[in-house]
């Protein structure tokens, strides 16, 4: 008798097309891949748990598996609080406000954030910077290309809810899988995770050899 096919929805990163995901490819016969993609908020108001709930209306399976990227590892798990999933995986993103390093802290204490958005929507160089870290300053033509989304409107209300973000608790069964060479979390804020060595901010694209490797195991090992 055939297995039942496992459904996974990927989330990419901040401003970053589904296009990271190209090379995780999955045994067919156990799996399907699905991407999820950004949509526009309603407006710079919207809650991340509106916004997660808009969202949630394109996974179109039931007892699937969700794996955010960074920014995309924070939705994940909010989308999480509307439907219910078979497994949660994050990558190169954080659990709690605990794990965000200092100067996302105070940018949300003293509203910085709000004075970003329009000089990363006019200058793709330093949105990629900001969305990839600066370890990428070499290759920086190659990352362009996963840059899908850099509408002024997106990228103020994605930061503040990135900066901003209050969860204090995390679910116990979540899998967080993080690189111990992430510029943008630090893995010395990090609890709990899967260390991928030398892995960076963007090693879903970088490192994606030992995510085909190893996310099935972790998928089924529940």
């Known amino acids: 008798m055939p297995q039942k096919i496992i459904h996974i929805y990927l989330m990419p990163g901040m401003a970053a097309s589904p296009i990271i995901f190209e090379h995780i490819k999955l045994p067919e016969d156990r799996f399907e891949i699905h991407w999820l993609e950004w949509i526009m908020p ?16 394109h996974i179109k399976h039931d007892d699937v598996v969700l794996l955010g990227v960074s920014f995309g590892g924070v939705l994940v798990q909010e989308i999480s609080k509307h439907i219910k ?7 190169s993103s954080v659990k709690t406000v605990k ?3 200092v100067q996302m ?13 329009t000089q990363l929507a006019s200058n793709i160089d330093i949105l990629a910077k900001y969305a ?6 070499k290759r920086l033509d190659l990352y362009k290309k996963y840059l899908s989304v850099n509408a002024p409107e997106y990228l103020s209300w994605a930061i ?3 900066v901003c973000w209050k969860q204090e608790f995390f679910q116990e069964d979540i899998v967080h899988i993080h690189g111990d060479k992430d510029a943008v979390f630090p893995i010395k804020n990090i609890q709990s995770c899967i260390t991928v060595k030398n892995g960076s901010h963007i090693m879903i694209i970088n ?16």
């Not at 999933?85 to 990558?91: D, E, N």
């Not at 990839?132 to 300053?137: K, S």
């Not at 490192?207 to 529940?222: G, Q, S």
């Open 42 to 57: 309603l407006n710079n108001n919207e809650s991340l748990h509106d916004y997660a709930l808009r969202l949630s209306k």
């Open 85 to 91: 999933v078979k497994k949660l995986i994050i990558v």
């Open 99 to 101: 794990e965000l390093p």
């Open 105 to 117: 802290l105070l940018a949300c204490k003293t509203k910085a954030y709000k004075l970003i958005p």
């Open 132 to 137: 990839f870290g600066n370890g990428i300053t």
């Open 160 to 162: 503040k809810h990135m």
């Open 207 to 222: 490192k994606y050899k030992w995510f085909n490797e190893h996310l099935p195991r972790i998928i089924l090992n529940a």
